[in-house]
């Protein structure tokens, strides 16, 4: 299973700011190892983050992220709301964690 995902998410007037770091290797396809033979390409492609059910955040990635992904964002809730964050890697790996925000 994948390393959790390191979540921040406070509440200040009503506005939320997330802060997200997922644990990821993030491979392109473009490397070589040291036989020369091409690295498959391995990265996250989808992200969400959801509220009460419903979508705060949503996100495509490409094989051009960096490895170990930085997220920030904000909306509109309030403290104590239950955030779920989910992502899928182009291997079908999936990752969910959850935290409350403070």
């Given at each position: 299973m994948p390393d959790p995902m390191r979540i921040r998410a406070s509440e200040k007037d009503?506005?939320?700011?997330?802060?997200?770091?997922?644990?990821?290797?993030?491979?392109?396809?473009q490397r070589k190892d040291a036989a020369g033979k091409t690295i498959p390409a391995w990265f996250i492609n989808q992200v969400s983050a959801k509220v009460q059910g419903r979508d705060v955040f949503n996100a495509n990635f490409g094989s051009a992220i960096s490895k170990d992904p930085f997220l920030n964002f904000k909306y509109k809730g309030s403290k104590g709301d239950k955030?779920?964050?989910i992502w899928t890697d182009s291997k079908g790996e999936k990752r969910t964690d959850e935290i409350l925000v403070s």
């Open positions: 009503g506005i939320v700011d997330v802060k997200i770091l997922m644990r990821h290797d993030m491979e392109t396809g955030l779920t964050v």
